[in-house]
């Protein structure tokens, strides 16, 4: 298959890829990615770089702090791919990304500049932060039970579906005795494991409300465009085409479940046939494989990653 009849769509992590020392690598050998780096510190006010770079973890694993800390890396490694290729980068047919990753989407199509993108997205940390210290929860993930057995766990217990990753994964959001009753339901109907995970509140549910009012006030005072192309949102596995589309999708996306299985085959089905991962971190890339194993996943996260996908393709 020559280039020209690869069809690619760009993908995006979410929060808990991120780690201490994230990006270095491209931040010491690629001019363009210390570029993003320098805006995300100049734009903060304050240097997100070297919290990256150096730490402390607890701080870096602080909500406010890792959601701008991954898109940084992520719109780094995108802008060193393109530095790399120069005039023979692939434009993509679509992009998605997940949870937090759907904003860094927005600015590699256009929507919106990168020093309101990080802006926009420390915010949405700090909302979602306040709403978890108003209304405490947590999140688990379930192995080996499809979207259709938690249907019947969330009806019975109250948790909400916040990830449908892949066939056989699935996050679960709510309160914590709820959770906890939820992954017992889980593992006594046939699930192979149920993990809590280490988050700070029931991100993708109704406990969310409390930040969409503050997340549409700072959505509201931003200056966005239509994207280059289609961006297939989270909650609806469907293309959005236009800059306010975008935003109710934002604002939806808070509270709402983040169909990662649905939205690869949308982009499968739409032709796409490789799939770039920019970020830290291969979850993307290793769970697009497992939605379907005939397409090509990538994952660039640093310069000898980046040199391999273009040997590659």
């Known amino acids: 298959m020559t280039q020209e009849s690869k069809e690619f769509s760009y993908v995006f992590p979410g929060q808990g890829s991120q780690s201490v020392g ?8 690629s001019p363009a990615a210390r570029e993003v780096f320098e805006e995300a510190d100049d734009s903060l006010g304050f240097s997100l770089s070297r919290l990256i770079f150096e730490g402390p973890t607890r701080d870096l694993q602080d909500t406010v702090n890792s959601q701008p800390a991954i898109m940084v890396v992520s719109i780094a490694c ?8 120069g005039a023979q980068s692939p434009k993509p047919i679509s992009a998605a990304g997940h949870s937090l990753g759907e ?19 420390r915010e949405r940390g700090r909302l979602m932060h306040e709403a ?5 929860g947590g999140m688990a993930a379930i192995i080996g039970l499809g979207e259709l057995a938690f249907e019947h766990i969330c009806a019975e217990t109250g948790v909400e579906l916040a990830n449908v990753n892949s066939d056989d994964q699935v996050v679960i959001s709510g309160d914590k ?17 149920a993990v809590p995970l280490k988050v700070s509140g ?28 289609p961006i297939v949102a989270n909650s609806m596995a ?3 085409i236009t800059a306010d589309e975008v935003r109710g999708e934002l604002i939806e996306g808070l ?15 739409s032709g796409a046939s490789h799939f770039v991962e920019f970020g830290p971190s291969r979850v993307l890339s290793s769970l697009i494989k497992r939605i379907d194993g005939d397409v090509e996943a990538y994952t660039l996260s640093d310069p000898a990653s980046i040199e391999k996908v273009v040997a590659e393709i």
Do not use: N
């Open 22 to 29: 994230m990006g270095l690598e491209l931040y010491e050998s």
């Open 78 to 85: 995108w802008k060193a791919w393109e530095e790399y290729l």
């Open 103 to 121: 904003y860094t989407s927005l600015v590699v199509a256009g929507v919106l500049r990168f020093a309101d993108g990080i802006q926009l997205v």
């Open 132 to 136: 978890s210290e108003l209304r405490p």
């Open 177 to 193: 005795i709820a959770v906890a009753r939820a992954m017992d339901l889980a593992m006594a109907r046939g699930a192979k494991k």
């Open 202 to 229: 029931a991100f993708h549910s109704s406990l969310m409300g409390h930040a969409q009012q503050g997340l549409m006030e700072a959505i509201a005072g931003l200056e966005m465009a239509d994207p280059v192309f």
């Open 238 to 240: 469907a293309p959005v």
């Open 255 to 269: 509270c709402h479940c983040v169909r990662w299985k649905q939205s690869v085959r949308y982009m499968v089905d």
